[in-house]
């Protein structure tokens, strides 16, 4: 291993993870947000307290009052809405229920109903609008300003970088080959995950695969731009272009020598992750890709 | 098998991003030989520009005398429809799939396309030619469960449907009666399907139901929104299984392959050694099969008659039974008569460096070579609640051994 890439590996993972992007976000807005998020907090504790309308909601508020943190909430909510700027309820409460323990036993559209009151009532305050009416459906849109050292990552969370450093063992399902970066081998939603035997030793041979990125091919060869029907999914093509070069470039200032990291499916089909740069990518990405480790091949005679 | 020199994969591979994927090796090496001195000027027409390009710049670096990091791609002719020939026995299924050697470059759309025009014809709707195109989504689909998209091509009730349905029973019986076993091993009362495959690994696949429902929030005036939402429930009927079933089998596969690919040369010289060890004192006496069936590690074995390297990863050699040593000890000589091969792999497509496409193909058609002389099939079914299921054929391993277009 070269000296110096486990701690910029540790630096890669804290730029692209969405897990460590959003403590960061929560932590800057805190400072930047503190009488915003205060009184939202406070606003969310009076109407957990404030009796409830019709009995059925005090029923269920009555169950999941002891578990609930205002400011946790509060936070959450803010860094969720800031990071996408404007979120449908759907996918807000979608997300907030993600955090909800699972021993209350409560049914989804409960659960749903539940963190639709929370984000409503933290509209109320000035770090989201909550646009509705007309027969739309609600719509959270930011009222707070993320700075421009946070836009570029935003835009690429979600999705880890190869790694710097041969990823680590797999101790675990719940391990994933990064050194901060948590989540479950098996793909898919939540109710996929379980302990039992994956063969994590293949995904552990796959993993040490090292690879780079074909220089030459990448200075002579762009990516075909198909026909678009929408300006929508041109604008889409030409992030997805533009963020492959961005991590393109960062990969080939540290080094270019990485590694995939990969996960199963639920049946063992197995995943590198990562979107923009990826060997189950489109041809362009998967011509970019090759071996770390060089052979001469010889021509015959 | 034809084996074939690195270098000679690299022109392969160059030829078959440009055009010549559906001719035979030799045809695709000649094409990129006579193209040698001007394939940059063929840029152009290529089918994939990306990946012709980087094999052409791969070429001009080894005709430099460089060396490469480029990755050479093959993969399984209709993957589905293979894994599918090989579980039922299914020679016919197999020959369309590149599992028996035929000097012609395999293609079963091609085949079925063909199949279903002459029964066409038979039943005197010669006027009705169904294109290779429309044959190939109808297939591919149809052997993943599927009866909308053929209804889509075809048209519900019609003619031209039964056909289809004929041309499947007629040409592919083993993978098309699978088919309808799988849908119908769906238990209507379990919240998720599992089974176990020979190398331990644990699918567990939740039937996941989408539902729907109203919410309304009093903090917005009582406005509601339609929330859509998957949960765990049980499920009257799925076509889900026929797809997850060969998914976890080509699976299987692929995980064979990086652990006798990609070994670690040290590791399997030890094992080589206390396993012939461990077989010389049993044919000299000196120490005997000790292995008890309850050992949860034989169970694939037990049931299945597969066996892959990763069971030395836990179990003691000197307790494993001697027909078990003697297929590991097989499985450990051939990788050990290579090098190790870094693979990167997309399910059915297999990718490495050129110096170790000889491994890839000869491995690859072993393992397939291993399913079909065992009972894997047998095994799944009877863990998803069907027993009793028998394959066409057990005596396909050795023509699958020999073939060379089961990658392509």
């Not at chain 1, 075909?224 to 604008?235: A, L, M, S, Y």
């Not at chain 2, 031209?160 to 076993?181: C, R």
Request: hydrophobic share 40%; aromatic share 8%; with cysteine.
């Amino acid at each position: 291993m070269r000296v110096t890439d486990y701690s910029l590996q540790e630096m890669y993972e804290r730029k692209y993870s969405e897990y460590l992007l959003r403590k960061e976000i929560s932590d800057w807005l805190e400072d930047a947000y503190a009488p915003q998020l205060e009184a939202a907090t406070q606003a969310l504790t009076d109407w957990l307290h404030t009796p409830a309308t019709y009995a059925s909601k005090q029923d269920r508020l009555n169950k999941v009052i002891a578990d609930l943190e205002p400011r946790e909430l509060v936070l959450k909510a803010a860094c969720m809405v800031s990071m996408q700027g404007r979120l449908t309820m759907q996918q807000a409460a979608a997300q907030m229920i993600t955090g909800f323990p699972s021993h209350w036993g409560m049914p989804v559209p409960d659960m749903v109903r539940t963190a639709s009151e929370i984000l409503a009532r933290i509209g109320w305050e000035d770090l989201y609008t909550v646009e509705y009416g007309g027969g739309q459906e609600p719509v959270l849109i930011s009222d707070m300003e993320l700075p421009a050292m946070f836009a570029e990552r935003i835009q690429l969370a979600g999705h880890p970088l190869p790694m710097l450093i041969e990823p680590e063992p797999l101790q675990s399902n719940r391990s994933t080959g990064y050194i901060n970066i948590p989540g479950s081998l098996i793909l898919g939603s939540r109710h996929n995950h379980h302990e039992g035997e994956i063969c994590r030793s293949v995904l552990e041979i796959q993993n040490s695969v090292g690879m780079k990125l074909n220089l030459d091919f990448l200075m002579k060869v762009d990516d075909i731009r198909p026909t678009f029907e929408t300006q929508e999914q041109e604008t889409q093509w030409e992030n997805l272009n533009k963020d492959t070069k961005l991590i393109a470039r960062d990969l080939i200032k540290a080094g270019n020598w990485f590694w995939f990291t990969y996960r199963v499916d639920t049946r063992g089909r197995m995943y590198a992750r990562g979107y923009q740069i990826n060997p189950q990518g489109n041809s362009w990405r998967k011509a970019m890709l090759e071996l770390h480790r060089e052979q001469h091949v010889e021509i015959d005679p | 098998m034809k084996t074939f020199t690195a270098w000679q994969y690299l022109l392969m591979e160059a030829a078959t991003q440009h055009s010549q994927g559906k001719e035979t090796f030799e045809t695709r090496i000649q094409w990129a030989k006579d193209n040698l001195h001007h394939l940059e000027s063929l840029q152009d027409t290529a089918e994939e520009p990306a990946l012709y390009a980087v094999a052409v710049m791969a070429i001009r670096k080894v005709q430099a005398g460089k060396p490469i990091g480029t990755l050479v791609s093959m993969d399984a002719v209709c993957s589905g429809l293979q894994l599918m020939s090989v579980l039922s026995g299914d020679l016919n299924a197999a020959r369309m799939t590149g599992l028996v050697d035929s000097n012609r470059r395999p293609d079963a759309y091609t085949d079925m396309t063909g199949a279903m025009n002459k029964l066409l014809q038979k039943a005197g709707m010669a006027h009705v030619a169904v294109s290779r195109g429309e044959a190939k989504e109808a297939v591919m689909t149809a052997f993943y469960a599927s009866t909308a998209v053929p209804k889509r091509i075809f048209g519900e009730g019609t003619q031209e449907l039964d056909v289809f349905y004929k041309s499947l029973e007629q040409e592919a019986p083993g993978p098309w009666a699978l088919v309808k076993i799988l849908v119908k091993a769906w238990n209507p009362k379990a919240t998720a399907h599992c089974w176990v495959m020979p190398d331990g690994f644990e699918a567990v696949v939740p039937v996941e139901v989408m539902d729907t429902a109203r919410i309304e929030v009093e903090e917005l005036d009582g406005t509601s929104f339609t929330y859509r939402y998957a949960q765990v429930a049980p499920l009257k009927k799925g076509l889900s299984l026929a797809a997850n079933v060969v998914h976890s089998v080509d699976a299987y596969v692929a995980r064979c392959m990086h652990r006798r690919l990609n070994y670690n040369p040290w590791q399997f010289k030890a094992w080589e050694a206390k396993i012939t060890e461990t077989l010389l004192e049993r044919v000299l006496g000196t120490s005997h099969d000790i292995y008890e069936e309850s050992h949860t590690f034989l169970s694939g074995w037990l049931h299945t008659g597969l066996v892959d390297v990763n069971i030395l990863d836990y179990a003691k050699i000197e307790q494993l039974p001697t027909d078990m040593l003697q297929r590991l000890l097989k499985i450990l000589h051939r990788s050990l008569a290579d090098f190790p091969v870094q693979l990167v792999t997309v399910h059915d497509d297999y990718k490495c460096h050129p110096n170790g496409m000889n491994r890839v193909r000869e491995e690859y058609k072993e393992i397939l070579g291993e399913i079909a002389d065992a009972d894997l099939m047998e095994d799944l079914l009877e863990q998803l609640g069907v027993p009793g299921y028998k394959k066409l054929s057990r005596s396909m391993g050795n023509i699958i051994r020999s073939s060379s277009y089961a990658l392509t």
